[in-house]
C-alpha cells in the first residue's frame, strides 16, 4: 500500500531496550501531525490492539504519549518520557520483551484480537504458517518475516 508509514519492527529495542516502543512512537509522530494512514488510525491507541496491550502492561495512555511527541519528539527525549513514567521499569520492560512476541498466541494476552486478525488481515485459513501471534502477523503484513528473529 502506498501510503503505509515506514514504521519500525515490532521487536525493535532501540528504545528504552524495550520492544513496541519505538514503533508506538513513530505512529505517535505520525498522528500527532494527521499523517498516520487510514489503514492504522482506526488502531492507534485501541485499547485492544497491541497498544492497548502495552499501555496496559505500563500504566500510561496514549493522551500522555501524545503530549509528549508534541513536547519534543526526538527518540531520546521519548526514551526519557517512557523511563520517567511511574509504570516503568527495568523488570516490567524484561517482563514486556518476553510477552511480546507472544501476544496472540494461545492462552497470551490478546488471543482473541489476533484470531480475529488473523481471519480479517493475516489470510485466514490460507495464511502463512509462520503467523502465530501479534509480531509475526506485522512482519507477515509488511513484509519482512524472514527477518523475524523469533521462534514464529
Not at 49 to 57: C, E, N, P, Q
Not at 113 to 128: L, N, V
Not at 138 to 151: H, K, R, V
Request: hydrophobic letters at 40%; one cysteine or more.
Amino acid at each position: 500500500m502506498s501510503d503505509r508509514p515506514k514504521l519500525r519492527r515490532p521487536w525493535d529495542q532501540s528504545l528504552a531496550n524495550c520492544m513496541w516502543l519505538a514503533r508506538f512512537v513513530d505512529k505517535a509522530r505520525l498522528h500527532a501531525r494527521g499523517e498516520l494512514s487510514a489503514e492504522f488510525e482506526p488502531f492507534f491507541g485501541h485499547r485492544l490492539a497491541t497498544d492497548g496491550a502495552f499501555f496496559s502492561h505500563f500504566d500510561f495512555d496514549a493522551n500522555e504519549a501524545l503530549s509528549a511527541v508534541r513536547t519534543d519528539e526526538s527518540d531520546p527525549a521519548m526514551e526519557t518520557w517512557f523511563l520517567n513514567l511511574s509504570g516503568v521499569t527495568p523488570a516490567r520492560i524484561a517482563t514486556w520483551n518476553h510477552l511480546g512476541p507472544k501476544l496472540g498466541r494461545p492462552g497470551e494476552v490478546m488471543e482473541r484480537a489476533f484470531r480475529f486478525a488473523h481471519r480479517k488481515y493475516y489470510g485466514g485459513d490460507k495464511a502463512d504458517p509462520r503467523v502465530t501471534s501479534v509480531f509475526t502477523g506485522i512482519a507477515w503484513d509488511e513484509g519482512y518475516l524472514e527477518e523475524y528473529p523469533f521462534e514464529p
